[in-house]
């Protein structure tokens, strides 16, 4: 039996003989046998890593295929909303309800006190848009105070009411060394229906 002896160094010279000299004593039909095994180690060794990455990638590419398929099944299931729906119904989630608008004006009146305001009769009128499905009610309140009471009565109104606008802010001095001024403020009020709301867009 031949032992090679690990540990010494071999010249290519000297590995090349003892090759030689081992095909020779296990004859040639054992070495075709000993080479085939080799490369079949060989090639077990480098192919199943190699495997393995294939596999996985298939594996990633058919996860993705099915998220993008996953997608476009969704997308074909929830049409795209339209921009003007969705400026409306954000437009709908910020409206007042009809039913309180006796409320807002009371909150106006208050408002109105808390700044040393004295409020005339004031004009009110409620009216329906069938398009946008919404109530506007328009309050006109003239007013005679101080510039600086005016100012911050309005403020104060669309503060507390966010759903208010203000429409109309007019002035008249009747003396130029006054410190009142005759004004006319027209606010409107956003309102929908409401749940337990009578009339309108049936």
């Known amino acids: ?3 090679m002896n690990t540990a010494s160094k071999i010249s290519p010279g000297q590995f090349q003989l003892k090759l030689e000299f081992a095909l020779h004593y296990l004859g040639w039909a054992k070495s075709i046998l000993l080479m085939a095994l080799l490369l079949a180690a060989t090639g077990w060794w480098v192919g199943v890593p190699y495997m393995q990455r294939q596999i996985y990638q298939l594996e990633e590419r058919k996860l993705s295929l099915q998220a993008n398929r996953q997608q476009l099944i969704q997308e074909k299931k929830e049409p795209p909303l339209d921009d003007n729906l969705v400026r409306l119904n954000a437009f709908h989630e910020m409206l007042g309800e009809k039913k309180h608008v006796e409320q807002q004006v009371k909150t106006i009146l208050s ?3 808390e700044s040393g305001i004295n409020l005339k009769a004031g004009e ?3 009216s329906e848009n069938s398009a946008g499905k919404y109530f506007s009610y328009r309050v006109q309140l003239p007013v ?3 510039y600086s009471q005016i100012r911050k009565f309005t403020e104060q109104v669309l503060l507390a009411i966010p759903y208010a606008s203000l429409d109309e802010m007019s002035f ?3 003396a130029v060394s006054g410190v009142a001024v005759d004004s ?4 409107t ?8 709301a009578k009339g309108g867009f049936e």
Not at 184 to 187: R, T
Not at 189 to 196: C, K, Q, T, V
Request: proline share 0%; hydrophobic share 45%; aromatic share 12%.
């Open 172 to 174: 008249k001095r009747e």
């Open 124 to 126: 009110y009128q409620l």
């Open 144 to 146: 005679k105070a101080s």
């Open 111 to 113: 408002l109105a006190n």
């Open 184 to 187: 006319k403020l027209v606010f």
């Open 189 to 196: 009020i956003y309102l929908s229906a409401g749940d337990n």
């Open 1 to 3: 039996m031949i032992r």
